[in-house]
C-alpha cells in the first residue's frame, strides 16, 4: 500500500479491537469479513455488488450469519473449558435474550448454533413467550422467563411446562407468586420456579441507575425469605430451581462482575440452606463489548476479555459454594449483546456534502466595495506565516462579527455578506492548514478543524438504524468500506436524511480516542463512495423508529462459501417498507389517497390547466411513489 499502509487503515478506524477479528482490510483497500477462522474472506463492497444485481438498493442490512454462530460458539466453549480447567461441577446452560434482536431469522440461526451446547432462550414480555414456545423445541435447554407476569403470561408458561419444557419462571414481584400457585393448581402442572434478587450492588456505567435497592425488578431479602415459605406452605419448595440476578447491559468495568457474583453466590448459598433444592445460578446479562476499541472502562468498552469475564463467575462461585459446602449449580447467562452486535451492519452511500466554504462563489473585486469587504480581502491577501497567523484570525472574526451587525442595520447587501463569509472561511481553511505543521497549536485554534469539517450527508436514518447513537450516544464504528488503501484526505461529520437536526453521526472512535470528526477521503465525481455502520445488531434493529416514515431497511442475509468464487451467497433478501407500507402503519389508507391524487389531477385535467397524457403521467408517478422504497434512490 505504499506509504499508507493496511496497518495505519486499521489503526485510524480502530478495526482489529473492536473488529474482534472479524473484519479486516484486503490488499485493494477494501473492508473484508471474516466469518470465522476457517472461512474466506468476504469482500463487502462485493456483497453490495451482488445486493444491487439482485434488485437491492441502499440503505441496507447486511447480517453475516456464520459471525451469530460464531458468537455461539465462542461463549459455550469458553464456559466448557474453564469449567473443566476449575474442576467445577455444574454445566453451563446459557440463554439468548431475544428482546437484543427479536428478528426471527436471528433468533433460529441462535437456537440452530446452540443446539449441540442445549443453548436456550429467554423472553420477557407475552409476545417473546410466544415466539420462544414455539422456537426454543429443544428439551434439554432451558428457557429463563423475566419480566413482570399476569395471568395469561403465566398460563403460557405452564403450558411450556405440560410440552415437556424446561421453562423457569422467574419471580419478579411477589404478587406473581399467589398468582402461578393458584394457576398451578388449576392447570395441575408442577411449575419450574426462579427468583430474582435485588442486589444492593450499585453497578457501573450507562446503566447504573437501574441497579441497587431502588432497582425495577427483583426480589429483597425479605421477599425472597416470604417466597420460600410461601411455597413451603404449598409443599412446592422444591419447585424453587433458580436463583437469579442482573446488574445492568453493557458492563465495562471486570469489577462489577466480581463484585456482583460474590453478593449473588451469598444469596444462592443461603437459599440452598433454607431447603431450596436450587439447580441453577442465573448471572444475568451485562456482557459487554468493545464498540471503540480501547480496551478501557469507558461506557462503550470494556476492560475484559471473554475468558476473563467466564473464569471470574466459575472461580467465583465455586470457592464461595465450596467454602459453604454447597454443590456447584449450573451456570446460566443472559448475554444478548455479545452475540449479536458483530453479525449485522448498515451499509449507506453518501449522496452529498454539506460544507461551510464555498470555493466557487464569485469573490472579485467590484467598484464601490464597503470597507468590511475591503477589510476582509486584505486579510486574505496576507501570506500566513508564524509571525502572523494569529493576528489574521483575531482580525477575521472581528470583521465577521462587524459583517453581521452591519447586515442586521441594513448597512450591506446580501451578496456583501456572503462575499465576505466566503473569503472568512477560505481564510480560516488557510490558518487551518498552516496550523497543522505548529508543534504547538493555541487553544483558540484547536477546534478549527471541526468548524471546517463538511458534513457528509449519507442515505439513512440515525433514528431508524443508529438509535443507541441518538437517544444514549453509544459509539458505534463508521468506516468506509473501499478506498483504504488511500490515506484519508478530509475529516467530516454525518448527516442523515431526516429533517431533523439530531439526525447526524458526530463522535467517532479514532487512534486518538473518541473525535467530533472521522477521517475519511475525498468525495469522486465519478465514483460511489460508501459507508459502514458496524456493530449494530444488538438493539439497533428492534429500536429503530419511523422518523419521517423512512421505516426498515432491505435486509441481506450472505453466509460464507468457501467453494465460492467470492467466498459468500445471499441466501435471503427482506424487503424494506414501502412508503405505502409505512403509511399504512401510521393508519393511512394508500389506496384511498391514490384514488384521492387521481380525483385531483382529473379535476385539473377537465379544467384544461394540463393535457390528459400528462394527467396520467402524473397519476402513475404518485402510485409508483407509494410501491416504491422509502429512501433516496441511488
Same mark, same amino acid.
Not at 295 to 322: H, P
Given at each position: ?23 479486516? @482490510? ?62 467445577? %461441577? ?28 442445549? $443453548?436456550? =432462550? ?69 411449575? /419450574? ?23 425495577? $425488578? ?38 462489577? $462482575? ?64 465450596? +467454602? ?14 455479545? +452475540? ?32 468590511? @469587504?475591503? %477589510? ?82 449519507? %442515505?439513512?436514518?440515525? $433514528? ?10 453509544? /459509539? =458505534? ?6 478506498? =483504504? ?11 442523515? +436524511? ?63 462459501? %468457501? ?68 429512501? /433516496?434512490?441511488?
Amino acid at each position: 500500500m505504499n506509504e499508507w499502509t493496511r496497518e495505519e487503515a486499521e489503526k485510524t478506524y480502530n478495526i482489529s479491537t473492536w473488529g474482534e477479528g472479524y473484519f479486516d @482490510i484486503s490488499p485493494e483497500g477494501d473492508l473484508v469479513v471474516k466469518p470465522s477462522p476457517e472461512a474466506k474472506s468476504i469482500n463487502i463492497r462485493e456483497v453490495v455488488e451482488e445486493m444491487r444485481s439482485q434488485g437491492v438498493s441502499l440503505p441496507a442490512v447486511i447480517r453475516f450469519h456464520d459471525i451469530l454462530r460464531s458468537q455461539v460458539r465462542k461463549i459455550n466453549q469458553s464456559f466448557s473449558e474453564v469449567i473443566k480447567e476449575a474442576n467445577y %461441577n455444574g454445566k453451563y446452560c446459557g440463554v439468548y435474550p431475544v428482546k437484543v434482536n427479536q428478528m426471527r431469522e436471528v433468533v433460529e440461526e441462535i437456537v440452530d448454533a446452540g443446539e449441540e451446547f442445549n $443453548f436456550g =432462550l429467554e423472553a420477557g414480555s407475552k409476545p417473546e413467550l410466544l415466539s420462544v414456545l414455539a422456537y426454543n423445541t429443544n428439551p434439554e435447554a432451558i428457557t429463563v422467563l423475566n419480566g413482570y407476569k399476569d395471568e395469561d403470561y403465566l398460563s403460557l408458561a405452564l403450558l411450556g411446562r405440560q410440552l415437556g419444557r424446561k421453562i423457569i419462571i422467574v419471580i419478579e414481584k411477589f404478587s406473581e407468586l399467589p398468582k402461578l400457585l393458584k394457576l398451578s393448581q388449576e392447570y395441575q402442572v408442577k411449575p /419450574l420456579i426462579g427468583l430474582r434478587g435485588k442486589m444492593s450492588l450499585k453497578s457501573r456505567g450507562r446503566w447504573a441507575k437501574s441497579t441497587g435497592d431502588r432497582a425495577k $425488578f427483583g426480589l429483597s431479602t425479605s421477599e425472597m425469605i416470604r417466597a420460600v415459605e410461601l411455597m413451603e406452605e404449598y409443599g412446592l419448595k422444591d419447585c424453587i430451581k433458580l436463583f437469579h440476578f442482573h446488574i445492568g447491559s453493557q458492563i465495562s468495568d471486570i469489577r462489577t $462482575f466480581k463484585e456482583a457474583i460474590t453478593e449473588g453466590a451469598r444469596v444462592f448459598t443461603q437459599l440452598h440452606k433454607l431447603g431450596c433444592q436450587l439447580e441453577y445460578f442465573d448471572a444475568g446479562g451485562g456482557l459487554g463489548i468493545d464498540y471503540d476499541g480501547s480496551r478501557s472502562s469507558s461506557d462503550s468498552s470494556v476492560n475484559y476479555t471473554l475468558n476473563e469475564y467466564v473464569a471470574d463467575i466459575v472461580y467465583g462461585l465455586k470457592q464461595i459454594c465450596d +467454602i459453604e459446602n454447597v454443590p456447584h449449580p449450573n451456570i446460566v447467562t443472559e448475554s444478548g449483546r455479545a +452475540i449479536t452486535a458483530h453479525h449485522s451492519l448498515v451499509i449507506t452511500n453518501v449522496v452529498d456534502k454539506i460544507s461551510v466554504t464555498q470555493p466557487n462563489f464569485d469573490t472579485k473585486v467590484n467598484d464601490n466595495e464597503h470597507m468590511l @469587504i475591503k %477589510n476582509m480581502r486584505e486579510m486574505h491577501s496576507w501570506v500566513i506565516g508564524e509571525d502572523n497567523f494569529q493576528e489574521i484570525y483575531n482580525e477575521a472574526i472581528q470583521i465577521k462579527e462587524q459583517t453581521l451587525s452591519a447586515f442586521n442595520l441594513g448597512v450591506i447587501s446580501l451578496k456583501d455578506r456572503a462575499v465576505i463569509e466566503t473569503l472568512y472561511w477560505q481564510i480560516m481553511e488557510g490558518i487551518m492548514n498552516f496550523s497543522e505543521m505548529l508543534e504547538f497549536v493555541p487553544e483558540s485554534l484547536s477546534e478549527l478543524d471541526n468548524k471546517l469539517a463538511p458534513q457528509y450527508l449519507c %442515505n439513512f436514518s440515525v $433514528f431508524q438504524s443508529a438509535a443507541d447513537h441518538w437517544a444514549i450516544d453509544q /459509539l =458505534l464504528p463508521v468506516v468506509p468500506i473501499s478506498r =483504504l488503501n488511500e490515506k484519508p484526505d478530509a475529516n467530516c461529520s454525518i448527516a442523515d +436524511i431526516t429533517c431533523d437536526s439530531d439526525g447526524i453521526i458526530g463522535k467517532f472512535i479514532n487512534r486518538d480516542g473518541i473525535t467530533p470528526t472521522m477521517a475519511i477521503h475525498h468525495l469522486k465525481e465519478d465514483e460511489e463512495y460508501l459507508v459502514g455502520l458496524f456493530l449494530t445488531g444488538a438493539y439497533q434493529d428492534v429500536m429503530g423508529d419511523m422518523h419521517n416514515l423512512f421505516g426498515r431497511l432491505h435486509e441481506v442475509h450472505v453466509y460464507g462459501d %468457501n467453494d465460492d468464487p467470492q467466498g459468500f451467497y445471499i441466501e435471503e433478501i427482506i424487503k424494506g417498507n414501502t412508503a405505502s407500507g409505512v403509511l399504512s402503519t401510521m393508519q393511512y389508507n394508500p389506496e384511498y389517497m391514490a384514488q384521492k391524487m387521481k380525483k385531483n389531477v382529473s379535476k385539473i385535467v377537465s379544467e384544461g390547466k394540463i393535457p390528459p397524457r400528462l394527467g396520467v403521467k402524473w397519476v402513475d408517478f404518485y402510485e409508483d411513489c407509494l410501491t416504491s422504497y422509502t429512501y /433516496l434512490k441511488n
